[in-house]
């Protein structure tokens, strides 16, 4: 079963997701006053759905997660889980239970008589489920793989990063694309809900000669590890693994290793500047829907335009969720090394993480890199917007070499749609819009070209 089951993800994937693991981005909800043993709710709830009793399972999802799943879904899925491994033998309760945007997140190891499988169950401060995706422990990725797709290995010992290498026909070398996630423990796809932005470009632009390297984030591979960990940066979170798969590419005689570029989205493109610094060899960077503010003002910023949208809170109960971001926020913006804030205090996210970017000013530092780049964003996207994409405008000034696209019918994901976007879109299966893996390719083959003559 080389499939992938996911049920439904809580939805917004809001840059506050930086961290370290979990399914969820909806930092929207409110704290209960009660608490509550997860490890017990989490075996409570377990042992529901694998004695087949689907009723009491269902009975544990939250009101939104019964929006979005039916009863009678949750029951094929586990049905086809049974027909592919056989009947159920046990569970490991040896579970590790993590704090991720108010959540508490757990993924639990299924035994089934011919193979396995992890539930990751996302519970919120009532103990309900507002996440859930089963996934296949079958294959050494559980991600959808493309036909030209190899897959690759690199990485540091400690870490090593699994990926695909997807070639375009012949024998090269071909010109190159190294994909960078945003925020949260992304797998190679950048998956979110039934969609694959990264292997959509994949496949868009090795259609078009482009080689391209997606491969799966080292917090979505080791999220319980780097979890333990009490002073992670991005560099461990996302700039190591970039260097290494840079330094992995320069190896391969099929890859034009004078003409590699670093495609960074959200969060990967906010860290653009930084990253170039460690990778003087590759030949360009491209920006897709980059945020160039603090991140947690978009946090607020999202937290306030999801508020707007909601319909089912009364404005007492939005000025509260909104106060105990901007208090979250305010909480950030004044941490100094010697404050005394715990991660769960800070959205999840240790203390350490905040004050690496505390100073960090990806506008004024990106004005030092002479590089080509290309700059995309939607026009729908309401997690990093044209304000930005204005930013990065002005920061380039009168540079030569830079490329600017603005897609006013595209999201966050670069799909397309109408009217304001809205978190559930990501739950509706869609594709990158071609326009962008055209421009990508363009972009690249042309500067290939220019340097060729």
Known sequence: MKKLFTMICIATMLVMACSLSGCGKDTVKETAAQQINYTERTFTIVDKLVNNKITDFYSYFDENMKKQVSQADVQQVWASLISDYGAFDYYKTDITLTTKDGYQIVDVPVIFKNGSATLRFALNAKGEISGFFITDNATSSNSMQLANDTEVTFGSAEYPISGSLTLPEGEGPFPAVILVHGSGPSDRNEQIGPNLPFMDLAEQLSAQGVAVLRYDKRTYLYGNQLAQLTDITVQDETIDDVVYALDYLQTLDNIDTEHIYIAGHSLGGYLVPRIAAQTPEAAGYILLAASARPMEDLLLEQTEYILSLEKSLDDASKEKLLKQTQDMVDTI??????????????????????????????????????????????????QVTKTDYDLWQSAFGEYSDVHFRFYDNLNHLFMSGTGKSVPNEYQQKNTVDTVVGKDIANFVLDHAAIKKQ
Do not use: C, H, M
């Open 333 to 382: 913006k004044s941490l100094t090394p010697d404050s005394a804030y715990t991660a769960d205090q800070l959205g999840g996210t240790p203390a350490s993480y905040w004050l690496d970017l505390k100073n960090y000013d990806p506008i004024a530092e990106v004005q030092d890199i002479n590089k080509s780049f290309l700059v995309l964003q939607g026009g729908r996207d309401y």
